[in-house]
């Protein structure tokens, strides 16, 4: 027993030597070579490059230290997006040593006042209170003679100069960008106007813009003699305008067979979500006329990856009068997979006059968003059951993103009772579809007890809304145990003391303990910088990917 005393004696005697030569010896921190840019204009952020620093310990000794060391930091810190103002002079340079003193030294800048922006002439607004009109027409045959007549059946070209002064409030804006199509069951037309002479400018210093619109081969099917025309407007943020015209040369008296429009959609809210099947309702509506229609039907023009879970992709109708509204319902489903964002669907309509044969048909375009469904999640959370008072821990959270669309602007946050070090948040970024992260965040107590609290994950979806994921946690925090209570050693196991030959030994058993602390202390250290570097490179491996 004593060789056992003696041996702990000459080790704790030789840690006790050992432990200043691991405190660090570095005495001042020098700048050796300024960063490539000293002048700034006030706003921007101090940027280190070409900095060369050099330590110098308290042996004089010195040592080379680049500007990007995680022991470097500055004032203002660029890496938190701190700015210059304008005035300032130096940027203070602070290098944190291993014992945590905090040796600093200043770099000398130039900041000036902010650059003066020019104020940009604004945009003209486009006046779209200012609707287009037709200001002329000409019916025409084949050959461009004017046709005073047209009769049910007859195939005419129709000439239409449409002015339209908000147009010239747009740059770049020409006839390229104009379409109309004829939407009257009257007439028949398929494709789009040849759009020309188009013109742009100012007249008599107003905003002024006309085009001619050339509809070739329509037919008139009878029943009425007022034409109508849509016309867009492509890369404008004018709207969809209907115009409409009456051709006195058409023949009104004849048959009116009624048209076929598609007058509402209804899907069941504002959007279907992808893998989930869902019912789309058309209401048809047979326009006005004056005889019934037959055999109407209504078809869909599926886009790739949506499908119908079940039934077909026409639907019979069968008669309907004038005036009259069906609805259609197909059971829509777009794949898992569907990630387009919107599904736009072609609606064909058809039928038939049931006193003049005359068949008519339509087509409209149903645009639905499809969602895919988010499926974000914490799949572990990783924590101690149980810590002492004075001893740090952390908690690791993970999360994986198994959905198609990516998780955006995503941060994570720790919040408790008893927790030393409350309110620390990290900012994670965009999170890729069918990838895995994590978070790591340090906990010690204020008291012995419960340390109980709240990680919460913000985030957008793939729609921009704001989500939030939660996990609670909870630790048992224990007292530190009194390693010099009497009660805790057994008297019998107790040698008495001799009184010359050495420490009495309870002066052993202290520096022993007290040895042992300093280890453990040490150990952690070297452990949880390990586990910052295995972190680091798992960060750069991910970049990688």
Not at 101 to 106: G, M, Q
Not at 263 to 273: A, C, L, Q
Not at 376 to 391: A, C, R, Y
Request: include cysteine; glycine fraction near 8%.
């Amino acid at each position: 027993m004593k060789k056992l005393a003696s041996l702990l004696l000459v080790f704790a005697l030789v840690l006790s030597l050992a432990v200043p030569c691991l405190a660090a010896n570095e005495k001042e921190i020098r700048v050796i070579t300024p960063p490539n840019k000293t002048t700034y204009t006030e706003g921007e952020v101090f940027d280190p490059t070409g900095m060369r620093l050099q330590l110098v310990d308290n042996g004089d000794n010195t040592s080379e230290i680049a500007a990007t060391d995680n022991r470097i930091s500055f004032q203002p810190d660029p890496k938190k997006g701190e700015t210059l103002k304008a005035g300032q002079s130096s940027v203070t340079v602070i290098f944190k040593t291993d014992d945590n003193r905090e040796l600093s030294t200043s770099q000398e800048i130039t900041v000036s006042g902010p650059a003066e922006t020019p104020t940009p002439s604004p945009a003209p607004t486009p006046d779209t209170s200012a609707a287009p009109f037709i200001s002329s027409y000409a019916i025409t045959d084949a050959g461009g003679a004017e046709k005073v007549k047209v009769q049910k059946g007859d195939t005419f070209t129709l000439v239409l100069r449409v002015v339209d002064n908000a147009l010239a409030a747009y740059s770049g804006v020409d006839a390229s960008n104009v379409a109309a199509k004829i939407n009257s069951s009257a007439f028949t037309f398929t494709g789009l106007a040849e759009v020309s002479q188009f013109e742009s400018g100012e007249s008599e210093g107003k905003p002024y813009c006309s085009y001619v619109l050339i509809f070739r081969d329509v037919i008139f099917n009878g029943g009425s003699n007022t034409v109508q025309v849509d016309i867009s407007y492509q890369n404008t943020t004018r709207p969809v305008s209907s115009l409409s015209q009456v051709l006195a040369a058409c023949d009104a008296a004849a048959a009116r067979t009624p048209g076929l429009i598609v007058r509402d959609v209804n899907y069941g809210g504002t959007s279907i979500t992808a893998g989930q099947s869902a019912a789309l309702t058309l209401s048809v509506f047979a326009t006005t006329g004056n005889e019934d229609l037959t055999d109407v039907m209504v078809s869909l023009s599926l886009p790739e990856g949506v499908t119908l879970a079940s039934g077909s992709q026409t639907t019979y109708l069968g008669s309907m009068k004038s005036g009259a509204l069906q609805a259609a319902t197909f059971n829509l489903l777009p794949g898992a997979t569907f990630t387009g964002g919107v599904a736009n669907i072609t609606v064909n309509l058809s039928g038939v006059g049931k006193d003049s044969g005359t068949a008519v048909s339509g087509s409209s375009t149903v645009s639905i968003p499809v969602l895919q469904p988010e499926r974000f999640e914490i799949t572990n959370v990783e924590s101690p059951d149980s810590m002492m008072l004075g001893e740090e821990g952390y908690i690791s959270v993970t999360f994986v993103n198994k959905g198609k669309t990516s998780i955006n602007n995503l941060s994570a946050e720790i919040s408790g009772d008893n927790l030393a070090n409350p309110g620390q948040s990290q900012f994670v970024g965009n999170i890729a579809a069918g990838t895995e992260n994590s978070v790591d965040f340090d906990i010690a107590a204020v008291q012995a007890g419960t340390i109980t609290g709240v990680i919460t994950l913000s985030y957008e979806d793939s729609t921009g809304a704001a989500k939030t994921l939660t996990s609670n946690y909870s630790i048992t925090v224990n007292e530190m145990p009194v390693m010099d209570d009497p009660s805790m050693m057994d008297p019998g196991m107790m040698e008495p003391v001799e009184e010359s030959g050495g420490l009495p030994v309870g002066v052993i058993v202290v520096i022993v303990i007290l040895a042992a602390a300093v280890i453990a202390v040490v150990v952690r250290i070297v452990l949880k910088k390990r586990k910052a570097k295995a972190l680091a490179a798992l960060g750069d491996e991910d970049e990688d990917l």
